[in-house]
């Protein structure tokens, strides 16, 4: 038998019944779309947070607090000043002390919890790459002062002042009054987290309205140039080995981690988030295996006597058994070749707050491994329909 009237034999089992084969390509067509679309939304979300990182520069260093219990151990902002020395630390440029916290901001009666509502020094807006795309950021006079003045994301403005200009506009924060003075330019998101839903004010005042004068939640330091980095950070970590010294187990009460080193933490965390979405996305495939051996047992089943007749008619074992390993192939390539038009157009759509990004690899992987799931779970049937006797089969009713 040929290869044309094989893949014709095959077809024509194949759409014999049209219903059941639907539903087993179905489940092929769900795994396959599966794979590919969970696998794009780790993609982009690590690219979104990749994007993300690389817009902090090349040039910064994030100093963090850990064991906050004891009091000592906490970064202040006496600590944070004496980064700032020109003698000690020549190849820092700039130092922002940030406190972070949600808060209500309301409007004219509408609320919005904001994510971040973070007190920082003007610095910050340089060296964190978070430009003011109108009205202006708060100056050094403004933090000196404790003025209570703000710098909203587009989210926040979005959601407070939909039909109004935010710029000059009072909000009202845990109890105070907040004069808006700019709004970020638009940031991109981390998918999980929106980019946008933040707010800059004065250290000075967000420590006096919401945070109180307990430790810094972190220092943003930027490095002269991106070349000195290192130097930055062997320097930083001199200052901080005179004002915060180990304690008796030997671990220092701070990190330092400069963007690279977040890269490199992200890229990995990212990578082990997408094999895992794609082991859970790739049993939905193993279940669509299970459905087309059960649909070719079925098959061999109910057409073992005209197997009967084909064999007695001189049909050889090894086409009896091509033909049904291409029955079950069809089901599963075309099955396949479905699910991956539905993750392409999925992909066109949010998810999770994640705009997927489909892998070349993982559309070419969960194709080959629907066909592969064809071949395996359709072989125990062909080889039970191949190995009938013809006597036997004639016999069955």
């Known amino acids: ?51 993300r990182i690389e817009a902090l520069g090349t040039n910064t260093l994030t100093v963090t607090g850990v064991n906050r219990q004891a009091g000592a151990s906490g970064l202040t902002l006496q600590v944070a000043d004496a980064l700032l020395d020109p003698v000690l630390a020549p190849a820092v440029r700039s130092v922002s002390p940030l406190v972070s916290t949600s808060a209500v901001v309301t409007y004219q009666g509408v609320e919005h919890e904001v994510g971040q509502f973070v007190g920082t020094r003007p610095s910050w807006f340089d060296a964190s790459n978070s430009p003011v795309a109108s009205g202006a950021a708060f100056i050094a006079d403004d933090e000196a002062q404790g003025r ?15 039909d109004a200009d935010p710029i000059g506009q009072r909000v009202t924060v845990g109890g105070a009054l907040f ?28 420590r006096e309205v919401l945070t109180g004068y307990g430790p810094l939640s972190s ?16 320097e930083i970590t001199t200052v901080l080995a005179q004002r915060l010294p180990a304690t008796g187990t030997g671990s220092t009460p701070y990190r330092i981690q400069n963007a690279a080193q977040l890269l490199q933490t992200q890229t990995e965390t990212a990578a082990t988030f997408t094999v895992l979405l794609g082991a859970v996305a790739a049993i939905s495939l193993l279940v669509g295996g299970i459905g087309i051996t059960n649909i070719m047992l079925v098959t061999v089943t109910e057409r073992t006597r005209e197997i009967g007749i084909r064999k007695a008619l001189g049909a050889r074992r ?45 559309v070419v992987l969960a194709l080959g491994v629907s066909v592969a799931i064809g071949l395996f779970f359709g072989g125990l049937p062909a080889a039970r329909a191949a190995r009938l006797r013809p006597i036997d089969a004639l016999r069955y009713e």
């Open 1 to 51: 038998m040929t290869l044309t009237e094989t893949l014709r034999f095959a077809l024509r089992g194949v759409s014999a019944n049209k219903l059941r084969s639907a539903l087993t390509m179905l489940g092929i067509l769900i795994g396959v779309a599966a794979v590919i679309l969970l696998v794009a939304v780790g993609n982009g979300s690590a690219q979104a947070i990749t994007s």
């Open 148 to 162: 209570r003045v703000v710098v909203i994301g587009r989210t926040v403005a979005d959601e407070l002042f939909p």
């Open 179 to 206: 004069t808006v003075v700019g709004v970020l330019a638009p940031r991109s998101g981390t998918g999980f987290q929106d980019a946008d839903d933040v707010a800059v004010a004065p250290l000075r005042a967000v």
């Open 219 to 234: 220092i943003l330091v930027e490095a002269a140039n991106p070349q000195q980095v290192d130097a930055a950070q062997a």
């Open 318 to 362: 090894r086409t009896v058994l091509t033909q049904f390993l291409t029955e079950a192939t069809l089901l599963s390539l075309i099955g396949g070749a479905l699910g991956v038009a539905a993750a392409l157009i999925g992909s066109r759509f949010t998810i999770a707050g994640v705009q997927p990004v489909i892998v070349p690899s993982s």
